[in-house]
């Protein structure tokens, strides 16, 4: 049986890509390739840019109103056919099917915020900021978008970019990770049926050299990144460079700190979920765990017996709490770490090394790790793993656990665990980190409020969906206006004029 070979999607319909290179898809659970992938080729992008250029005229001229009515269609359509997304996002990505639905719902809820499009693009209105003259502003679409992103979250990350830019009345190019394309591929399907024109949703598979096409295209406006932090700053640079606007959204180092005030049972569970759940492959993850005084010896015992319950296997499965990782070297990375962290003298009281499920011998897999009195010097520690393996830091106060977090280069989620009110508040003012949790120990933001980190975890001002999302695909223009009477006089002046 030969492989299944995928396509493009440019103006509304499948398209072979130009280019002769192809990639493979992994079945993480089994290792086997279940699919190929064309890598496009810069004439490929030239043609789903002019194919979104083309769209773009009519597409801003249709009434927000009208917009809003497709993007409900596709909520619906995205609803019905969630289970069939999150079975393609686990077959490609490796999560549980369970954990793949919830991350199609949130990437519904992104549409279900940017299908209130004619509220959303209501601009300011100031009645006689001087006599006789009113001020009011527009938010209008950039043109031609394009989105980039990761492999983690095959519905959900693109759901953050694509629903938003194209209710502010943009077109749009997404380049979906070469290694889980399904989905959006699928999710363009499924835009058409709901009544989208053709064109104004394209999605090329590729890499770098697809990239790099849209990066240097003079036809593209923006550019919306996820992925890692290496990548997310190129993209911003090369970007930036050729003048187009750009958010990219990059790696993670997420710290979650315990007080020993905290109710151990209840955030061992938190934690637990949140370093393992996706085998760690989770922007939002929590990696590290800061211990403060006494907390430490309270939580091991309990870390080690519950992670050590996680059931491993195929995410397809029932009773399985975690899939695979992505990709075997990725799974000999992490590997390499955790080898690592022993040689550099942390205590590894749980190793996820060299595990085997029946039946799926060929998967990809690293059982839950957890490693004691790690030290911020050590690989472990510094490097981003993406995987499911927990390090714990012991800190002697609350003061040394901030400061040990504001003084990590990336600040993208984290949260703290506490009864105390005193510590919640201080935490929330004192954070270097762009989202926070109070005894939350993975706050993604929902869609209405705006997801994006601090320091090397964002290179960009503005954050994805939320009204961070629609400032940034669209251009702001302020109109200032003035309705003289029959023959009634202006001053003829040369200086400066001042209203009021
Ligand atoms: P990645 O950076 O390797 O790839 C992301 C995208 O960039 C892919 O589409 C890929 O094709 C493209 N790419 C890869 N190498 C490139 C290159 N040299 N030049 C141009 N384009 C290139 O990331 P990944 O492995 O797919 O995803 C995991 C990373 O994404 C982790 O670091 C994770 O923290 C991060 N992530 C961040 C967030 C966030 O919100 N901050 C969310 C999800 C994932």
Redesign the pocket.
């Known amino acids: 049986m030969s492989t299944e070979r995928l396509h493009l999607w440019i103006n509304g319909q499948r398209a072979q890509a130009n280019g002769i290179r192809v990639g493979d898809i992994f079945n993480p659970a089994t290792g086997k390739v279940i699919r190929r992938v064309p890598l496009a080729s810069k004439s490929d992008i030239d043609s789903a840019v002019a194919a979104a250029k083309a769209a773009f005229p009519a597409w801003r001229e249709t009434t927000p109103l009208r917009r809003a009515r497709i993007l409900t269609r596709f909520r619906e359509l995205m609803e019905q056919h969630r289970e069939e997304l999150a079975r393609l996002a686990s077959e490609e990505h490796g999560k549980t099917l369970a954990d793949a639905a919830g991350s199609v719902q949130r990437g519904i809820e992104v549409i279900e915020f940017a299908s209130g499009a004619p509220h959303l693009l209501k601009g300011e209105k100031a009645e006689d900021v001087g006599r006789g003259i009113d001020c009011h502003s527009l938010l209008q679409p950039v043109g031609v978008c394009a989105g ?6 095959p519905v959900m ?1 693109p759901l953050w970019m694509f629903p938003v830019a194209i209710a502010c009345g943009n077109t749009f190019v997404l ?4 290694k889980v394309p399904s989905c959006s591929l699928r999710m363009a399907e499924l835009f058409k049926e709901a009544g989208l024109p053709n064109g104004v949703f394209n999605v090329v598979s590729g ?2 050299e697809a ?2 096409s849209l990066l240097n295209h003079p036809d593209v406006g923006a550019i919306s990144f ?4 290496p ?1 997310a700053k ?1 993209i911003y640079e090369t970007s930036a460079r050729n003048g187009k606007r750009v958010q990219a ?4 180092k997420n710290h979650a700190v315990v007080m020993p005030d905290a109710d151990m049972e209840f955030t061992t569970d938190a934690l637990v979920g949140a370093a393992y759940g996706s085998a760690g492959e989770r ?1 939002m993850a929590i990696s590290t765990v800061v211990a403060v005084g006494e907390a430490g010896d309270a939580l091991l015992p309990l870390l080690k017996t519950k992670a050590n319950e996680i059931k491993i296997g195929a995410g397809n499965a029932a009773g399985v709490g975690m899939g695979p990782v992505i990709s075997a070297q990725h799974r000999d990375r992490i590997v390499s770490l955790i080898d690592s962290g022993i040689d550099q003298g942390a205590e590894l009281v749980l190793d996820g090394r060299g595990v085997e499920v029946i039946g799926n011998e060929n998967g990809f897999f690293v059982g839950p790790t957890l490693f004691d009195h790690v030290k911020p010097s050590m690989d472990i520690y510094k490097e ?1 793993i ?1 995987g499911p393996v927990l390090i714990v830091l012991r800190a002697d106060s609350y003061e040394d656990a901030i400061r040990l977090i504001n003084a990590n280069p990336y600040g ?1 989620g984290t949260a703290i665990f506490t009864s105390s009110g005193h510590w919640a508040r201080r935490f929330e003012n004192e954070i270097e980190v762009g989202m926070v949790g109070i005894n939350v120990p993975i706050p993604v933001p929902m869609a209405f409020f705006s ?1 994006g ?1 601090w320091k090397t ?1 964002l290179f960009g001002d503005l954050h994805m969906h939320g009204m961070e999302g629609v400032y940034f695909y669209t251009r702001s223009k302020v109109v200032t206006s003035r309705w003289p009477a029959p023959a009634e006089k202006t001053d003829n002046t040369l200086v400066m004029p001042t209203l009021g």
């Open positions: 980039i992103t990761p492999f983690n979250f990350v380049k979906p990770s070469e890499d770098k990239v790099d996820v992925g890692s932090t990548i190129y959204l990059g790696g993670a922007c981003e993406f993208n997801f980190g975890s």
